[in-house]
């Protein structure tokens, strides 16, 4: 294949290219060819001189100020090879490296500074400290760390009381809070889907100074369902209490919310972090079938008898033999119906 100088202004590029190269490659490819010489030529094709691959070199040598360009016909191919090669040259230049040797290759050519090529070179200790923050971030742990109780290190609640709490006589979903102009005598509760409070764990400060002008909060409802992994379950149960530690900091009142999974092991944990003689909510829904409403039973007393609370809001339909101070909480969809909205 012959190889010809062709004069810049007279290269077409490809309208459609796909590949995409930021300012600073282009300056990292410029380097290059600075240091070491225009060694790769520019493929071209048709009458036009469209540019089939090389849109990058071409910005390179013009950031470099250069007039002509050595380029590589490519007309022995047809229209549809030469679209189809624009890709796959893209595609096929792609590939892994093997930083082993690379950091052999590298020590031994002090004399070039590869971060001008586009290499990036982290301190060692500085990466230790990025990588923690990023951990952080994702754990919420560069917002607050709680000193944990139980096997599983659960953030420990504090127990809020009966006459802390101001009259209720409506309860919110969380999804309606941003937009609630009115939070007096209102409470907030999380049975809803969980991907509706989600950004409640994402993003908690947006959302702290609305949830204070309620009478209470619920603790997030995160699903510990028996079909998820127990580690999924336990980090759900942590999550409940991480957020509701963090409420509690802010001057809200919080109420937990008691959430055991059909899992048997959940029994095990889920009421550990939950304060005593305090305020709680369980729900007892889906409690229709025998075997569910036992196994609740199971779970409601004995959180009963290990927190002895002083009251209990239960969310959903009446279930026959629990015992304590119980106020029942109509099931939000059925209030919505009784009241002629549905």
């Not at 409640?200 to 100074?209: F, G, V």
């Not at 992994?229 to 008691?258: C, D």
Request: glycine share 6%.
């Amino acid at each position: 294949m012959e190889i010809v100088n062709i004069n810049i202004d007279k290269l077409t590029k490809y309208a459609k290219n796909a590949k995409k190269h930021s300012k600073k490659q282009i300056k990292h490819i410029a380097n290059s060819i600075e240091q070491f010489g225009m060694n790769d030529p520019i493929g071209i094709w048709g009458k036009d001189n469209l540019i089939i691959e090389g849109h990058g070199r071409l910005e390179a040598c013009k950031l470099l100020g250069m007039k002509e360009v050595p380029c590589i016909r490519l007309d022995h191919l047809t229209d549809e090879e030469r679209k189809a090669y624009t890709i796959a040259h893209n595609k096929v230049a792609e590939s892994e490296w093997d930083f082993d040797l690379l950091n052999e290759e590298m020590d031994d050519l002090i004399a070039f500074n590869f971060e001008d090529f586009g290499f990036e070179f982290v301190d060692e200790e500085q990466n230790k400290i990025d990588t923690q923050k990023k951990v952080e971030g994702i754990l919420n742990l560069g917002k607050a760390s709680y000193d944990g109780v139980g096997l599983y290190d659960i953030p420990q609640l504090l127990p809020i009381h009966e006459d802390e709490i101001g009259y209720i006589n409506e309860w919110i979903g969380f999804n309606y809070v941003l937009s609630d102009k009115e939070p007096e005598g209102k409470a907030v509760h999380f049975f809803l889907d969980d991907y509706q409070f989600q950004r409640l764990w994402n993003n908690p400060e947006k959302y702290l100074d609305k949830l204070r002008r309620y009478e209470a909060v619920l603790t997030p409802d995160f699903s510990p369902y028996a079909d998820m992994p127990h580690a999924t379950q336990i980090f759900n149960h942590y999550r409940k209490h991480w957020l509701g530690r963090l409420m509690q900091e802010y001057g809200i009142k919080v109420i937990p919310t008691i959430r055991a999974s059909r899992d048997e092991r959940s029994l095990q944990w889920y009421l550990d972090g939950e304060p005593e003689s305090g305020v709680v909510c369980i729900s007892s829904m889906w409690t229709a079938e025998p075997e569910a409403r036992e196994y609740f039973l199971r779970e409601f007393e004995t959180m009963r008898k290990t927190l002895k609370p002083e009251k209990i809001y239960v969310y959903g339909n009446e279930v026959e033999g629990l015992k304590g101070n119980i106020e029942y909480i109509q099931p939000f969809t059925r209030k919505r119906f009784d009241n002629g909205e549905g």
